[in-house]
Every structure is written in C-alpha cells, then in structure tokens.
C-alpha cells in the first residue's frame, strides 16, 4: 500500500515535470528573440527622431502663420492711418483751391492797384516794386501750395496702393502657412499613431521574453525537485 502511493506520488511528479517542461519548451519556441526585440526597439527610436522633427516642422508653420497673420493686422492698420492721412490732405486741397479761386476772382472784379498805378499815383518807385512783388508772391504761394497737396495726395495714393498690395501678400502666406500647419498635424498624428503601435509591439514583445524567462525557470525549478 506505501509502495503504491509512493509511485503514484513519483508518477505525478514526473507528470508535472514533462507538463511544465513541454510549456516551457513551447514558450522558449515562441519567445522572440534578442534580435527581433532589439530591431524593434530601433524602429521605435527612428520612430520617435522622426516626431520631434516633424513637432519642428509644425512649430515653423506655426510661427510662420502667426507672423504673417501679425503683419497683415499691422498693414491693416497702416492702411487706415492712410486713408484718414489722404481724407485730411483732400481737404486742405479743396481749402487751399478754394482760396485760390477766390483770390482769381477777387482780382478779375476788384482789381487790386498794379505797380504802374502805384507809381503813378505816389510816384514812388519801391512801392510799386513792392507792390508787384507782393502779387507774384501771393500767386506762386497759392499755386505751390495746391501742387503740393495734388503731389501729396498722390504719393499717399502710391503709398495705398503698396500697402494694399502687401497685406494681400501677407494674407496669402497667412493661409499657406495655415494649410503647411494643417498638413504637418495630420502628418504627425498619422505618425504618432504609428509610433504607438511599434511601442505596443515592442511591449509584446518583451512580455513574452519575460514569460518565457520565467517559464524556464520554472522548469528548471520542476527538474531539480524531481
């Protein structure tokens, strides 16, 4: 009676020993290897290189955006400082014409006495020399004065015409930059996702090495008490 459970102890002893060495045999067949886990490991580290310069990339076209969106508001800005700089110059203009006119009409109903009537009735040479150098004088000054404000309005006209150009400009790179960022996003979750999956992977594969290793030791436990 001892003897039998003596040998059905021993039988399931070595029962145990050949069930934990056959999933251990199976486990070291499946357990991946060095290599494997080491290429992956590579993988997930290019992986990664590639992200933070793609992140650059996305940065740059953030900036970028920013930057022009930036200076089309300032040229925005310039462009109605101008249109209120012209709106002021367009009136000093119709003042100074106004005046202009006035004095031209002034002379043609109420002629002002010329040099030679000045001369004549005070017999005084200077005077009428004054006389005439204060009507050229007042005639040149009004005429200057409206070629100046007709010169300035078209140089701030030019200056528009610049600035409106610019900001187009500026709204254009705005919007292309705005496309680069959303490209770069995409392009960065699309590999982000991939990233995950290859550390996913690579956690696998390590887990099952692990399972493998203690598999074995295990079995080597089973194989010494037996």
């Known amino acids: 009676m001892r003897r039998s459970r003596m040998a059905a102890l021993c ?5 145990l ?3 934990v060495g056959g999933v251990c045999a199976a486990a070291a067949q499946s357990a991946p290897g060095r290599d494997a886990i080491d290429a992956r490991r590579e993988q997930v580290r290019a992986l990664e290189a590639e992200l933070s310069a793609i992140d650059v990339q996305a940065d740059e076209a953030a900036d970028a955006q920013a930057r022009s969106e930036q200076r089309a508001r300032a040229l925005q800005r310039e462009i109605a400082s101008n249109r ?4 002021r110059v367009r009136v000093r203009q119709t003042a100074a014409r106004a005046r202009l006119t006035e004095r031209l009409v002034s002379l043609y109903t109420h002629p002002e006495p010329g040099a030679v009537a000045v001369l004549l009735s005070t017999g005084n040479l200077r005077d009428a020399v004054l ?3 204060l009507q050229i004088r007042a005639g040149r000054r009004d005429a200057a004065t409206v070629a100046s404000l007709r010169e300035a309005r078209q140089e701030l006209e030019r200056i528009r015409r610049s600035l409106v150009a610019q900001r187009a400009a500026s709204v254009r790179a705005a919007q292309q930059a705005r496309v680069r960022r959303q490209e770069v996003e995409r392009l960065l979750a699309r590999r982000r996702a991939v990233l995950d999956s290859a550390r996913d992977a690579l956690d696998g594969l390590i887990a099952r090495r692990e399972r493998a290793a203690a598999l074995a030791r295990a079995r080597a436990a089973a194989e010494a008490a037996g």
């Open 11 to 15: 039988l399931c002893m070595l029962g």
């Open 17 to 19: 020993v050949m069930v």
């Open 84 to 87: 209120n700089t012209a709106r």
């Open 131 to 133: 006389v005439r150098d």
